[in-house]
């Protein structure tokens, strides 16, 4: 798909009506129209339904608009590699990560890059992975920080570098009664208190999932359910509530009484390190930041290292 009509398919998807977009484009409808039909003719499918409202995208439409954004995205890096050539190596990285990333590598790693790249802006956002990984698939980010390896390997459409390794495990706050126990907490007994847990699409949930499943029992239902990591801290420090954590990630938390809970079977190792999209290659000033990372997510995080 050429990037004109990649954008105008965008165009329609943001504005929902052909007579909007073709406004918005600075062309005729007919000629909008023209260029659907085009697509729809060169894809095979329908791509649109029209009603009294508007036009809303189909199965097949969705699908091609998901790459009419990334062939956007591709090319508005091109046009930035290109400008940053002529400008003395100017431009932007896009950056996705959790708060661990943000607080304990990003800051060293921003600050040495600007030294070498003081013309270049970094933009830094942040997120569950999840949602990073889906910002990355539409090319609104170039470099995604999240989970490598574990539960799942990696989607077909992403690559990635492991970095770090971290075990996850239960968590309370020190004055919950299973924090206080001398012998081992199993399974079951997990499940007779409330939870507090990230959406069920959350990949780490579903691993917390496969674990409870494959002893036989079902997995733990939330009675809080949020991806914002400082209100699930907080509302643990204020009531007993379970839930999981990052060991590495707990070490650095805010301050306060949140311990792990000794629970062997409900623990499990994950990977995590750069994400990218396959096939696309980083512009000079990304791999700079990708060099950065590598070399200070070695000691910055006080993980255990992923041999090369």
């Known amino acids: ?55 809303t995208f189909t199965t097949y439409g969705e699908v091609l608009l998901r790459h009419a954004r990334v062939v956007r995205a591709s090319v508005r890096e091109a046009r930035e590699e290109i400008a ?65 390896a574990s539960p799942a390997p990696i989607e077909p459409d992403l690559t990635g570098r492991a970095l770090i390794d971290d075990e996850y495990q239960i968590i309370a706050r020190a004055t919950h009664p299973l924090a206080r126990r001398e012998t081992p907490v199993g399974l079951a007994e997990l499940l007779t208190h409330p939870w507090i847990l990230p959406g069920r699409t959350s990949l780490m949930v579903q691993r917390l999932t496969a674990i409870f499943h494959g002893h036989g029992l079902p997995a733990p239902d939330a009675v809080v359910e949020t991806d914002i990591a400082p209100l699930k801290m907080a509302l643990m420090r204020e009531a007993d509530y379970l839930s999981f954590h990052a060991l590495g990630q707990l070490r650095e938390s805010d301050p306060g009484p949140i311990v792990a809970i000794d629970a062997p079977e409900a623990r499990w190792r994950r990977s995590a390190g750069i994400i990218m999209r396959r096939g696309s290659e980083p512009n000079p000033a990304a791999g700079a930041v990708i060099a950065q990372i590598e070399r200070i997510s070695r000691t910055a995080l006080d993980l255990v290292p992923v041999e090369s």
């Open 1 to 55: 798909m050429e990037g004109r009509l990649a954008g105008y398919l965008i165009a329609v998807a943001e504005h929902g009506s052909l007579r909007a977009a073709a406004e918005r484009l600075g062309i005729s409808q007919p000629a909008l129209t023209k260029a659907v039909l085009r697509l729809e003719d060169e894809v095979g499918a329908p791509l649109l339904e029209r009603g009294s409202r508007g036009v």
């Open 84 to 148: 940053a050539l002529k400008q003395g190596l100017a431009g932007r990285v896009r950056i996705g990560a959790g708060p661990s990333w943000q607080r304990r590598v990003l800051p060293e790693v921003i600050a040495a890059f600007r030294e070498d790249w003081p013309l270049v802006r970094l933009e830094v956002v942040g997120g569950m992975d999840d949602q990073l990984k889906a910002r990355l698939r539409e090319g609104e980010l170039d470099i995604v920080l999240a989970a490598i």
